[in-house]
């Protein structure tokens, strides 16, 4: 088979799938327990070299391994096909469809801004099924929106951070470090607020999940991941320095009620202070036009985990059906049903929280298994070895292991959602074993 997506279309996945809800919405909820604005900063200077970190050992294993399907396909090759099952079970349930809805989820919000007459869901859903129809013709298709999308998406960034940064300072305003400063880098209040970053930063490996479908895998993948990755790092330290320096604290914090949080739209706040109260309903279109190509990036991306699932398993076989173009439709429309329940039904930090906490565990597998695989195979063929390898992956891991420890005893309800996930994947997993017995080991 003809690999399909180019490197242009491999970055702007990267891209696409890492700008979108997270940045618009998390500094909200950063500002509850954080007001140190230097801190904010380092949050997110830290989930950029963090993410670059992941992203050097995933140009590696995508290399190496150039198959689609992400951690599936890695995990099992690298510990056991069990491990990589609970991988593609995350990502067939929550790991795709979870951020779909949330990223439609606010952009219905900022729709919702300039037309209020129009439902927020209403809108989210409609999005979502507008996406899964373009996505679910062909690649020329899907790769050529996906591209003019994310190039959009970065021209109209680039032009709000240069906006805001000659726009007016909030009086007191300062990005100075101070004494609270570097405790609070070490805070359990950090760590909480890093998985709202990780959230946001999460796509960074998004390229690899079609390492089987992109032309030139040993340097595609590597350049889609590090230039994609390095882009993103740039613009959400850029929006971040922009969005408190223009906004007050208290409106750009987030407000709980009893039917979930609110105040969630950071960029329709601070577009207010940058354009004024028309130029914010502006930037609240210009926002919504954004996330399509992040919720689009998503469609491609995810249902390579079915695909790659049903090629092994036969349980799963009729998920991984192409059309006559070769498109995994099937799974492209069952993700998109998983999300539409997700947006019905779920809170927005609640759903951020536990997707957060088991992308970062099945991640952080993934870098450990850079490692563990250099022992296993040392004569496999690597195009690509991890840049600073073994230093930048064992800082990824025990960075992101700190972060979860953290994050449990910050929100524990929340980590205990996200592993009740991967144990009901566990279920099924033993269910596969038993009754499809012939088929590829598990």
Not at 12 to 25: E, P, S
């Amino acid at each position: 088979m003809l690999k399909k997506y180019s490197q242009n279309t491999g970055i702007a996945l990267v891209v696409a799938n890492m700008v979108g809800t997270g940045i618009f919405t998390s500094i909200g909820f950063q500002l509850l327990d954080i007001h140190d604005y230097a801190t904010i900063l380092i949050l997110w200077i830290a989930g950029g070299i963090i993410s670059l970190f992941g992203a050097f050992a995933y140009a590696e294993l995508g290399t190496a391994l150039p198959k689609s399907g992400g951690e599936y396909n890695f995990l099992s090759r690298i510990y056991h096909p069990s491990v990589g099952f609970l991988s593609g079970w995350v990502s067939a349930t929550i790991g795709f469809s979870a951020p779909i809805a949330l990223a439609a989820a606010s952009l219905g919000a900022y729709f919702h801004e300039v037309v209020p007459s129009i439902p927020p869901t209403a809108t989210a859903v409609i999005i979502i099924l507008f996406v899964t129809i373009i996505q679910s013709f062909n690649y020329s298709l899907g790769g050529g929106f996906q591209k003019v999308a994310t190039l959009l998406k970065i021209i109209l960034l680039g032009g709000f951070i240069v906006c805001g940064m000659f726009a007016d300072t909030q009086e007191g305003v300062s990005f100075m470090p101070t004494d609270t400063t570097f405790p609070g880098t070490f805070s359990i209040a950090f760590a909480g607020a890093m998985f709202f970053v990780s959230f946001a930063y999460s796509g960074w490996n998004a390229s690899a999940y079609i390492a089987g479908e992109i032309r030139d895998p040993a340097k595609t993948i590597p350049r889609s991941l590090l230039i994609g990755t390095l882009i993103v790092t740039v613009l959400y330290v850029g929006l971040s320095f922009v969005f408190l320096k223009v906004a007050p604290l208290k409106e750009l914090q987030v407000v709980f009620t009893d039917s979930g949080p609110e105040n969630i739209d950071t960029g329709f706040v601070a577009g207010k202070y940058i354009f004024g109260p028309f130029g914010a309903k502006v930037v609240s279109i210009i926002i919504s036009i954004l996330l399509v190509s992040t919720i689009s990036a998503m469609v491609i991306a995810g249902p390579r985990v079915l695909k790659a699932m049903g090629a092994d398993i036969s349980a799963f076989r009729g998920a991984a059906r192409e059309n006559k173009n070769g498109v995994p439709v099937t799974a492209i429309w069952i993700q998109t049903a998983i999300a539409l329940i997700i947006l019905l039904s779920g809170k927005f930090d609640t759903i951020l929280f536990y997707t957060s906490f088991v992308l970062m565990l099945f991640g952080t597998l993934a870098v450990m298994g850079v490692i563990v695989l250099r022992y296993k195979e040392p004569k496999l063929e690597r195009p690509y070895k991890t840049f600073g390898y073994p230093i930048t992956p064992i800082l990824f891991i025990a960075a992101n292991l700190w972060f979860m420890y953290r994050a449990y005893l910050f929100k524990p309800f929340e980590t205990y959602i996200g592993i009740g996930i991967v144990a009901a994947g566990a279920i099924v997993y033993f269910i596969v074993r038993k009754f499809f017995s012939n088929e590829k080991p598990l």
